[in-house]
């Protein structure tokens, strides 16, 4: 059964950090594009950050370009979300979700299987 599990969100401070996990179950995530999306309260689905199964560089929404970081362990079929110096305006639920292509896409309904979200709440 091919599954993704997320998990590292929580309650952070303003300037604070997370690392979320995403763990690949029944595939190998290495031949796979991973993109994390975020739903904030009240607002669609967008992704924040995407790297493709052919080395370019990752993609970042531009909000978090030089905060965040993607990655992926093959080892160990994790891809990760590093994020840094959080404002208020990351809050949301963030899912980890792949798609069988070469490379990223914006949209959402062009990626095949998904986790089932970890909430982030960045407040003091």
């Known amino acids: 059964q091919l599954q993704l599990v997320e998990s590292g969100g929580g309650l952070v401070q303003p300037g604070g950090s997370l690392r979320l996990s995403c763990v690949a179950s029944g595939f190998a995530l290495t031949f796979y594009t991973i993109a994390w999306f975020r739903q904030a309260p009240g607002k669609e689905r967008e992704v924040i950050s995407c790297?493709?199964?052919?080395?370019?560089?990752?993609n970042y929404q531009d909000s978090v370009k030089g905060r965040f970081t993607i990655s992926r362990d093959s080892a160990k079929n994790t891809a990760y979300l590093q994020m840094d110096s959080l404002k208020p305006d990351d809050t949301g639920v963030y899912y980890c979700?792949?798609?069988?292509?070469?490379?990223?896409?914006?949209?959402?309904?062009?990626?095949?299987?998904w986790g089932q979200g970890t909430q982030v709440t960045v407040s003091s």
């Open positions: 790297i493709n199964t052919i080395g370019d560089s990752p």
């Open positions: 979700a792949v798609r069988v292509d070469h490379y990223c896409s914006d949209y959402a309904w062009q990626y095949d299987y």
